[in-house]
């Protein structure tokens, strides 16, 4: 079977390569892939945006399945203009994926439905956004309502910081039309957990839960990221926050998706918080997560394409997902310097053999005649798998250091308060 995977990321390189598995899928092409996933899949040179160019491809090349796995094409509704070709498809439509695409589409719904969250009020206005940020007591959040690349959430420790997150996100378009309404939401503190599910819109099937370290810098200091290295299992995910979570969040979203004319169909991300009062949804995304998916994928024991298709055809209940009970797994993301600003690129990369439950999934390579080259700010998620969380971590650092990469640089602490809650 010949299929597409959109996308061209560390998480579509552990998607590839997870996919390949089976021995149904004879050919993979990656749209636009990049220089690590050339080893696995045939890289076509056609951005992850540009939606008729993909549909026509997947005409002209007969593709029989297509995995979309970035916000943006999901948003625009690839799904929906591949489906209308009779290509069957992995990912929501645009209907559904608006749960990723608009904070407030989310926040309205978990209010309707009484799925816990933040308290929040929702702003077009920008002087009924800084009066109401005068009655609030702070910190507080001030979120863009549309997708911004994962910046557009500013955590502000004051009402003078939130008051200029509003003006910059409503005044200046710091995100363009993302950032025309806002979200000022309560701020919430506790460990994070992102669970990702697999869901045909009826049944829902969570993965193994996973932490992202979202901070450039040890200790949690530095800019946000799109993620500097996850961990899985998460340790604060034990059994009964995980049956809350079923109860409280997973089904009760999936049925308020279905009752609203949306069912959601693929890969649904919960970030949740676990707060004193219980875990709550901090965000949904529509599609798998990076770094998440890298660890994530590496301890799934059934096969991914059969889940996939059993989502598409929306036979899940009847379908079973297993992960690894005795494994953990860690990916440690090697970034260029000086990202998430300024960094440069086209730096030549040597990569270690990857030993087996080693795996080195690319993020921002490509291939300048035999050698790989930097070419984005995330380069190389350094991923390992073991028996326990500590194996995993040291696994992955130790793959990590074999990689001769001049303007590279990672966390050293990446799983390290995982390992503490563990004890
Ligand atoms: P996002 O870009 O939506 O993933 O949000 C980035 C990060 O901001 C999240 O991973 C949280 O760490 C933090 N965050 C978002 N909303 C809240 C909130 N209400 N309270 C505290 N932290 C938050
Ligand atoms: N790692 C978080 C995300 O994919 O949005």
């Known amino acids: 079977m010949k299929i597409m995977v959109v996308g061209g990321g560390g998480r579509e390189h552990a998607l590839i390569q997870a996919l390949k598995k089976n021995p ?7 749209l636009p892939g990049n220089g690590g996933i050339a080893q696995d899949a045939v890289c076509v040179d056609i951005a992850a945006t540009d939606l008729p160019a993909i549909v026509a491809f997947a005409e002209k090349e007969h593709i029989e399945y297509a995995v979309v796995a970035p916000d943006d094409p999901l948003v625009l509704g690839l799904v929906d203009a591949l489906e209308e070709k009779g290509i069957p498809c992995f990912g929501p439509r645009k209907n559904a994926a608006i749960i990723e695409g608009s904070k407030a589409f989310a926040k309205n719904l978990m209010k309707k439905y009484g ?39 500013l955590i502000c420790r004051t009402r003078e910081e939130a008051r200029q997150a509003v003006c910059f996100m409503m005044e200046q378009g710091a995100f363009g039309a993302s950032g025309r309404r806002v979200v000022v939401e309560e701020f919430l503190e506790g460990p994070e957990i992102s669970v990702l599910s697999f869901t045909d819109g009826e049944t829902v099937a969570p993965m193994v839960s996973s932490m992202d370290h979202k901070r450039a810098l040890d200790g949690d200091q530095g800019l946000n990221t799109g993620g500097m290295g996850t961990i899985a299992p998460n340790p604060f995910y034990t059994e009964d926050v995980a049956r809350r979570c079923m109860e409280e969040i997973f089904l009760p979203t999936i049925r308020a998706m279905a009752r609203e004319g949306r069912p959601f169909k693929g890969c649904l991300y919960f970030g949740l918080m676990l707060t004193q009062d219980g875990p709550k949804v901090i965000e949904y995304n529509c599609r798998f997560g990076d770094p998440e998916t890298q660890v994530v994928l590496p301890l ?34 090697i970034a260029s310097k000086g990202y998430p600003e300024k960094y440069e690129k086209g730096f030549p990369i040597s990569l270690p053999v990857p030993a087996e439950g080693e795996h080195i999934y690319v993020s921002g390579a490509k291939r300048q005649g035999d050698t790989l080259v930097s070419s984005g700010g995330r380069v190389l998620g350094m991923t390992a798998t073991a028996p326990t969380l500590a194996q995993a971590v040291e696994r992955a650092y130790a793959l990590a250091e074999k990689v001769s990469f001049e303007n590279g640089y990672y966390r050293r602490d990446i799983g390290k308060r995982a390992l503490k809650v563990e004890k």
Do not use: N
């Not at 149904?24 to 990656?30: H, L, S």
């Open 115 to 153: 799925i816990p969250t933040a308290e929040y009020e929702i702003f077009d206005d920008m002087e009924a956004a800084l009066s109401y940020i005068d009655r609030r007591p702070a910190p507080m959040v001030v979120k863009a309502d549309g997708l911004a690349l994962g910046k557009g959430v």
């Open 300 to 333: 799934m024991e059934s096969d991914l394409f059969t889940v996939m298709r059993a989502v598409t055809d929306g036979h899940l209940k009847d379908t079973p997902v297993r992960f690894a009970k005795d494994k953990s797994a860690c990916c440690v993301m």
């Open 24 to 30: 149904e899928v004879t050919e993979i092409f990656a």
